[in-house]
């Protein structure tokens, strides 16, 4: 798959009309990274640690961690990387860690929320990350975050461990960017106060749609019920692209969505202009970006979502132009 694609690795990212867009690549285990040179990606939009933790047999220890860490920088060299702290809990449980019962664990004790009622462990991890970036850049986000107080919290373990650092006489990063994962609705709320606070943002898709339509994104009998290129969808996703550039704060969507061309062509038309996918993915959304004209696509779809367009998929509308061009 990738070598039908190979003959767009050396050619920028930019729609037939001008405009530059970055594709970045999701990873999560070493076996991702060869990936970035064969891909030619502009980096590593989503690192999701916790599929380190879910194929051990025991917690990784910190120094195991910073190996990892290390090992993606490494590979990465000047691209940038964003290491997402572990999003475990819900669909992604640890063998070795004691289940708790939880009668809807999706929305359950996980993620973030779990980091910090149990700081010890997001701490490591942080001092992994920390220790990894030695001189070079670290991001960071936070997954699940879903008030903006979460996010001040994780912040400050991450200023706590840089001092630390400093203080035992270790290297540092040479610059730290903190940012959060989008993908709770409540967030579309304080879309203000937190693009105040943040670094960066990235948009996961995957759970955002799954939260705002309540449909279990694992669940063939409900996942497919409603369309992500439906207004609903895409007037949430487009609050957050036109916030974030309000506040000129880098946005990224990393959702399975960006994966799927005629999906990554509805997220340029509404204002991304960053997408991570995943690797299999990679050619055939930067083939159609650049056969995409940017602003024709703009011009199709602000009108469907416009106050009192139908609610109902605009796929067809856009699967239409698609084929035209
Ligand atoms: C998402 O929710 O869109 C996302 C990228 O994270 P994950 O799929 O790991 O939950
Ligand atoms: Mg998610």
Not at 200 to 221: E, H, K, M
Not at 301 to 306: S, W
Request: proline share 6%; glycine share 6%.
């Amino acid at each position: 798959l990738l070598e039908q694609y190979a003959a767009l690795h050396d050619l920028p990212t930019v729609t037939r009309d001008g405009v530059a867009l970055e594709l970045h690549l999701n990873a999560g285990l070493l076996v991702d990274l060869p990936h970035i040179e064969e891909t030619g990606a502009a980096g590593i939009g989503l690192f999701r640690t916790e599929l380190q933790f879910m194929i051990a047999s025991a917690f990784p220890r910190t120094n195991e961690q910073l190996r990892l860490y290390r090992a993606v920088l490494d590979a990465a060299g000047e691209r940038p990387v964003v290491f997402r702290t572990l999003d475990i809990g819900g669909d992604k449980v640890l063998p070795y860690m004691r289940a708790v019962e939880e009668e809807n664990p999706a929305l359950g004790w996980r993620a973030i929320r779990l980091g910090l009622d149990r700081p010890g462990l997001l701490r490591s991890q942080i001092r992994a990350m920390l220790k990894a970036a030695t001189g070079r850049e670290l991001r960071v986000i936070f997954p699940m975050v879903s008030v903006v107080d979460e996010f001040d919290k994780a912040r400050h373990i991450v200023e706590r461990e840089l001092t630390h650092l400093r203080r035992h006489g270790h290297g540092l990063p040479e610059r730290v960017l903190v940012g959060v994962m989008l993908e709770v609705p409540s967030l579309l709320f304080q879309l203000d106060e937190l693009l105040a606070r943040v670094d960066f943002i990235s948009v996961g898709s995957n759970d955002l749609v799954q939260f705002l339509f309540a449909t279990d994104r694992g669940n063939p009998r409900v996942a497919e019920r409603f369309d992500p290129l439906s207004p609903p969808a895409l007037r949430a996703l487009k609050l957050v692209a036109d916030a974030a550039n309000r506040h000129g704060k880098p946005v990224t969507l990393c959702g399975e969505l960006a994966s799927r061309p005629l999906e990554a062509l509805a997220l340029a038309a509404i204002g991304y202009r960053k997408l991570s996918v995943s690797p299999a993915s990679f050619g055939p959304v930067k083939a159609m970006l650049r056969e995409l004209d940017l602003s024709a696509a703009a011009a199709l779809v602000e009108p469907l979502l416009a106050d009192g367009a139908s609610p109902a998929s605009i796929r067809p509308r856009l699967s239409a132009f698609a084929e035209a061009t």
